[in-house]
């Protein structure tokens, strides 16, 4: 149980478009998502705290209207990254809160690929 | 100042050789909870271990132990007779009480090569 997906798994944009990643909590409804980013041979670093229904809150120093959230139901989240360019080149991992669950639980996804040329 | 401290960056072994991953943590939280996690090549986190602050019981599953010690702010993780497919980047992580569990913080990793 306690599985969460993302798509795509892994994807290629050209500089200025824009790319929509999308996290799925598949055997649960989860009251509240999260969104880490991990450049390369670094840490996951938190961008943001989504819970459903409202308005995504970022960390410090992500900008959220080049990072858009939207957490539309209890078992979907997508971030949107616009206007992408190179440096947003990452590894983006979601994870999922449980309803009901402990507070400490999360449970992450297995991460999307973001190469911008 | 770094909340969890993974000093070793990079650790190789030869197989069947015991090795200890060393995290230490800092927070003012009486509660939290500390984590480990292991994320081999393919990118994907997996969950090792979840231990909150008031059981410092060590505990030990098959190959894998590890000490939790409050007095030093400690969480170190030990594989024992480690094998090629413990090659991976081990995370040492805390959330706190203080976010609400909201934001876990990862330490910076520990590459862990095991040579055949």
């Known amino acids: 149980g306690a599985v969460v997906s993302q798509h795509p798994s892994w994807v290629i944009c050209k500089s200025g478009t824009s790319v929509k990643i999308e996290c799925r909590s598949l055997d649960f409804q989860a009251t509240t998502m999260f969104w880490y980013r991990q450049f390369p041979k670094q840490s996951l670093m938190l961008m943001a705290t989504?819970?459903?229904?409202?308005?995504?809150?970022?960390e410090q120093g992500v900008e959220k209207d080049k990072f858009l959230i939207n957490h539309a139901s209890l078992t979907l989240s997508t971030l949107t990254v616009t206007s992408a360019h190179p440096e947003d080149s990452s590894f983006y991992i979601c994870?999922?809160?449980?309803?009901?669950?402990?507070?400490?639980?999360?449970?992450f996804g297995p991460g999307t690929r973001l190469t911008v040329t | 100042a770094q909340k969890v401290t993974q000093a070793q960056t990079e650790i190789s072994v030869v197989e069947k050789e015991d090795v200890t991953l060393d995290c230490v943590y800092e927070?003012?939280?009486?509660?939290?909870?500390l984590f480990w996690y292991k994320q081999p090549p393919s990118g994907e986190l997996v969950f090792l271990i979840r231990r909150n602050s008031f059981d410092e019981q060590n505990e030990i599953s098959g190959r894998y132990s590890w000490n939790f010690q409050k007095s030093t702010s400690s969480f170190n993780f030990t594989i024992t007779a480690s094998q090629v497919v413990d090659s991976a980047v081990y995370f040492c992580?805390?959330?706190?009480?203080?976010?609400?569990?909201?934001?876990?913080?990862f330490g910076p990793g520990t590459s862990l090569s095991v040579i055949p």
């Open positions: 992580a805390l959330s706190e009480a203080e976010t609400s569990y909201d934001k876990v913080i």
């Open positions: 927070t003012r939280d009486t509660t939290y909870y």
């Open positions: 989504s819970n459903e229904g409202s308005k995504a809150t970022y």
């Open positions: 994870s999922a809160r449980p309803v009901g669950g402990g507070r400490y639980e999360q449970y």
